[in-house]
């Protein structure tokens, strides 16, 4: 069946580190052969063009992990794909500060990249995630960055 976990959480309640050690607890882990991760972060430059100053993240917090759990299942039961977390973050973020946190392992790296892909593209489509740009030339609420 395979491991997931999901969440959405304030800045410093989750870590890479963390979610890398439950992954290597993941007893079907022998099967695996890749271990992949994406790691969003804010960037220096807004939408549409100014310089970042912060971000602000928000969430519709149940129903967006609910859709993270969603997504997080039906990606586990790909062939080969073993262990699927999915954690992003929410408030005040700075440039270069970490907004979300991806982690699919399985048989084949292939695999695991689509995975990967396919889970950060359903991430931004599905969940009920907003961000909020705030530039030195105004801010502005963004979707789909």
Do not use: Q
């Not at 976990?5 to 870590?15: N, T």
């Not at 580190?17 to 890749?34: M, S």
Request: with cysteine; proline share 1%; hydrophobic share 40%.
């Amino acid at each position: 069946m395979g491991a997931y976990s999901v969440g959405v959480h304030e800045k410093g309640e989750i870590s890479l580190v963390e979610i890398l050690r439950r992954v290597r607890e993941n007893p079907e882990l022998g099967e695996a052969g890749a271990i992949a991760c994406f790691i969003g972060i804010v960037r220096c430059r807004g939408m549409r063009g100014g310089r970042v100053r912060k971000l602000v993240l928000e969430a519709y917090r149940e129903e967006a992990e609910k859709s993270l759990k969603r997504i997080a299942r039906e990606l586990l039961e790909r062939p080969g794909i073993v262990d699927v977390r999915i954690h992003h973050i929410v408030g005040e973020l700075s440039v270069g500060e970490d907004i979300v946190y991806i982690v699919v392992a399985g048989a084949h790296r292939e695999e695991v990249f689509n995975t990967l892909r396919d889970a950060v593209e359903r991430m931004k489509r599905e969940a009920a995630i907003w961000k909020k740009e705030i530039t030195d030339e105004g801010e502005y609420w963004v979707s789909g960055g």
